[in-house]
């Protein structure tokens, strides 16, 4: 090596690449035996050798002791302190520089903006942009394109427009700045619009671009320009990026259009872990955790090392398809291969037990953690509040509070769902009180989180108060409002809540119209729905799937199944198996059963694959008319014909209809051997069917099930009085009944209304 300092520079630069600090010291060594100490080059090759490795600190003593420092020494040790996540320390440095009479260039810059980005300094990077116009570098297109992407990261996407439209002789960099601005803002439209501008104008589109284009499909949901898209890669042969083609993947996974997106991984020649790790998540509930397993053997025959987003992204599927069993062998082999250390598999791994049921190995995924985050903690209380388990929830946010750890705004709305669903009013008020306290009283989504709980504790008046103390309502307020009030069953309050949304001019979005729809429902408010379906076509929700099938459903269970179809016909931008679903539904609940039927064959010539709630749907239909065989084969048609597993309503709609048309023995053995536990619904559908068949037997032996579940519950007790007192067995019905009042079971008094 000599004392030749380039030969220095490529030894150093070995280092970093083969991550190895021993050579990196060892050259460092070389240097000053050389006497090279004073040699700017090779000092300013040693900073940058320390922060790539991550050794921070070795760089700054290098940096404190240098005689001499030139503009590439500063640029050097505030991008290393930036690399390494010391963003408050390169802003100090900057200034250093600055006022040690330096002018930055544009790396300086680039850096510096970064930083400003991610500690969200937004003053800062404006000064920094000022002090760029002064010193005349507005028009270097890499500073251009830092201060455009600062601001559109920093939501302020006005002042990326300015920048990008005062910039000239725009190269790819400065075009990809403002489509990934666009993008990182929401703006989808835009951001194809610019993509548009930039093929007019003949500038060659390179990866970035393309995948920056791919954001803004999946944010307007335009899968149609997708295509086009894809098809210009196809002709540009970009595909062979596996960048581009991770990113296409993504878009169709996220449109639901997983064929295409396998398509696309099929025919790439050099897939990375990457392309692995968004096949992974592309999978849908839909998907059978057997071919996750086999797509995983795959994967690891290829040699591809698994990363920690890998095992993240699958602990997150296994957790949504409740299959403990894969979970755990995944879990084993992170375990395995040393990734139990990071933050994002601990608290995956804790999120995925908890779904699958299985708290006590969350808990102790979470006891053997050393240095908790807070995610951790957040995944633990939604675990138990996922798990009904409300007291143990908020016993773990008691030691976190005890233990001084710093809450979010998630662990705040987790822990009031936990209080008001326990009931705990009081719990409830001492949260509201430190969460005043943390500074989150303003935050919309804890804002949101209070009202919900104050209307569960039944504190409506409480509720209104605290939203007219509020200096603004934003939609999401509104929103929670209304569907906290809709599920607490104070329908008229929720549409009251609702009318005065529209007069303070308010836009509802489509969970405010789905949320009030489904309160029309439940009160059958055949005027009101009308009312409300106006506004949803006048504000264009009307092809909007959820809003749909809350219209259909409303008018459904308002006697009104003519508006139903209509609604339904209406309904049709795309098609959707929710729409078809409810629509089955509504025929159903009015005997329709032709019709209903009619809907389904529909549905499978529209290629729609059914879902689970398909089934529930159609059986439902074949029960209410006595089409026992035609709902057996359906429900054997899940597995056979579809390949995906029985749920429990299906199972519930097989022993509702078995029960209602007196297939009592039959309905009782499909109990013993489904592979779910009983629930008291099911127990009541066939005991229910005892009632009208008269089976006193398996009406006992019902009855006996469900108190054991629900002691405290009429509806064992009424139906079981009616098999006795219908049978004949007046004795042993009046027996029930005294019984009932012994134990201090009142049973509710029935009511109905009718709409003048």
């Not at 007192?725 to 005294?738: C, F, I, Q, T, V």
Request: proline residues 2%.
């Amino acid at each position: 090596m000599g004392k030749d300092p380039t030969a220095i520079a490529t030894a150093l630069s070995l280092s970093e690449r083969s991550n190895s600090y021993f050579l990196g010291t060892q050259i460092h060594g070389h240097v000053i035996k050389l006497g090279l100490t004073t040699d700017l080059f090779s000092l300013n090759n040693l900073i940058k050798m320390y922060s790539k490795l991550g050794v921070l600190s070795y760089g700054l003593n290098l940096f404190a002791e240098m005689l001499e420092r030139n503009i590439v020494s500063w640029t050097l040790i505030i991008s290393g302190a930036i690399q390494n996540c010391e963003f408050d320390l390169g802003l100090e440095v900057y200034l250093d520089m600055v006022r040690s009479g330096f002018r930055p260039n544009e790396f300086t810059f680039g850096s510096v903006m970064k930083a400003c980005t991610i500690v969200e300094a937004y003053e800062f990077g404006f000064c920094i942009h000022c002090f760029v116009l002064k010193i005349g570098m507005e028009q270097n297109n890499f500073v251009a394109s830092s201060i455009l992407s600062m601001y559109a990261k920093l939501g302020d996407i006005e002042s990326s427009e300015r920048v990008f439209e005062c910039m000239d002789n725009l190269d790819v960099g400065c075009w990809n700045a403002m489509i990934g601005g666009y993008a990182q803002c929401g703006h989808g439209f835009e951001a194809l619009k610019i993509v548009s501008s930039m093929r007019c104008m003949g500038v060659r589109m390179d990866q970035l671009t393309w995948i920056n284009a791919f954001k803004g499909c999946l944010i307007m949901g335009n899968l149609e320009y997708g295509k086009q898209l894809h098809g210009l890669i196809i002709r540009s042969e970009m595909l062979f990026s596996s960048s581009v083609a991770n990113a296409l993947m993504d878009m169709y996974f996220k449109n639901g259009k997983n064929d295409s997106a396998l398509k696309v991984f099929n025919g790439m020649q050099n897939k990375d872990v990457i392309s692995w790790n968004t096949v992974f998540g592309g999978f849908t509930l839909e998907g059978d955790a057997r071919e996750i397993a086999i797509l995983f053997y795959e994967f690891m025959l290829t040699g591809t090392k698994p990363t920690h987003i890998t095992f993240t992204v699958l602990f997150r599927k296994c957790g949504e398809l409740m299959n403990l069993n894969l979970g755990i062998q995944f879990f084993s082999l992170a375990l395995r291969l040393g990734f139990f250390d990071d933050n994002n598999i601990t608290s995956s791994s804790i999120n995925m037990f908890s779904r699958c049921g299985a708290m006590e190995m969350a808990r102790l995924v979470f006891d053997s953690i050393l240095l908790r985050n807070i995610i951790s903690w957040n995944e633990l209380i939604s675990g138990y509040n996922g798990a009904s388990r409300y007291m143990e929830a908020l016993k773990v946010f008691c030691n976190l509070w005890e233990l001084g750890v710093k809450a979010d705004e998630c662990t705040f709305s987790s822990i009031l769902e936990a209080s008001s669903q326990c009931g705990n009013q009081q719990m409830g008020v001492e949260i509201h009180g430190a969460i005043v306290k943390s500074g989150f009283s303003s935050h919309g989504y804890v804002r949101s989180s209070l009202i919900k709980a104050y209307i569960t504790f039944g504190l409506l008046d409480d509720s209104f108060e605290f939203l007219n103390g509020l200096d603004r309502l934003d939609l999401a307020s509104w929103g929670v409002m209304i569907s906290a009030l809709v599920h607490q069953g104070h329908n008229y309050e929720a549409i009251r809540l609702f009318n005065s949304l529209i007069k303070t001019g308010e836009k509802p979005d489509e969970l405010i119209f789905g949320s009030i729809l489904n309160s029309c429902a439940d009160v059958a408010a055949y005027y009101q729905t009308k009312s409300v379906h106006s506004h949803v076509i006048k504000m264009a929700f009307d092809k909007h799937v959820f809003v749909s099938s809350a219209l259909i459903d409303a008018y459904a269970k308002c006697g009104d199944v003519a508006s139903s179809r209509m609604a339904f016909n209406q309904s049709f931008v795309s098609d959707d198996v929710i729409i078809y679903n409810t629509m089955i539904m509504a025929y159903a609940h009015h005997g329709l059963i032709v019709e209903a039927l009619e809907i389904f064959k529909k549905m499978k010539l529209a290629n729609l694959r059914p879902s689970q709630a398909t089934f529930v749907a159609v059986i439902s239909a074949c029960s209410h008319m006595g089409l026992v065989d035609q709902g057996c084969l359906l429900f054997e048609s899940i597995n056979l014909h579809y390949e995906m597993e029985p749920s429990p309503d299906n199972y519930g709609c097989l022993v509702d209809m078995l029960s209602r048309n007196g297939y009592l023995d039959v309905a009782k053995s499909i109990i013993e051997v489904m592979p779910f536990p009983p629930w008291p619904a099911i127990w009541r559908s066939l005991l229910s069917g005892c009632r009208i068949h008269g089976n006193r037997e398996i009406g006992q032996w019902a009855a006996e099930k469900l108190l054991k579940m629900v002691p405290e519950n009429d509806a064992a007790y009424v139906l079981l009085a009616k098999v006795y007192s219908e049978g004949g067995s007046w004795e042993d019905a009046a027996k029930l009944r005294r019984g009932m009042i012994r134990r201090g079971v009142s049973k509710d008094p029935g009511y109905s209304w009718i709409v003048i």
